[in-house]
């Protein structure tokens, strides 16, 4: 299994910007398909962005779509995911999550059920 840690989140005001992290370590992290979920109180948790192992293809949630990107560094073992314009609803856990294989399609990106592991979640905070 991949181990995965997030970072970056913290308070900001609607209309700002943040910058999740999520560091990966163990098994070979190029070949996985990396996601972002995110659970707000009270709701179930979400798919928010995803992306190839290369990244070379990226899917996104329409709520954020256009308002975040996705993006990662094989190089370092990193994903990261670019939150601008943010809503008061963008507020929630966010976690990163690794798929068990690089297969690439929109419908697995989005399955929870199809990522093996899970980094611990970081909490972002919009304020309107």
């Known amino acids: 299994q991949v181990q995965l840690v997030e970072s970056g989140g913290g308070l900001v005001q609607a209309g700002g910007s943040l910058r999740l992290s999520c560091g990966a370590s163990?098994?070979?992290?190029?070949?996985?398909?990396m996601g972002w979920f995110r659970q707000a109180p009270g709701k179930e948790r979400e798919f928010v962005a995803a992306?190839?192992?290369?990244?070379?293809?990226?899917y996104y949630a329409d709520s954020v779509k256009g308002r975040f990107t996705i993006s990662r560094d094989n190089a370092k073992n990193m994903v990261y995911l670019q939150m601008n314009s943010m809503k008061s609803e963008d507020s929630a856990v966010y976690y990163c999550?690794?798929?068990?294989?690089?297969?690439?399609?929109?419908?697995?990106?989005?399955?929870?059920?199809?990522?093996?592991?899970w980094g611990q979640g970081t909490q972002v905070t919009v304020s309107s």
């Open positions: 992306i190839s192992w290369r990244g070379d293809s990226t």
């Open positions: 163990g098994r070979t992290f190029n070949y996985h398909r």
């Open positions: 999550a690794a798929s068990s294989t690089g297969t690439w399609n929109t419908l697995a990106a989005m399955t929870q059920a199809d990522y093996s592991s």
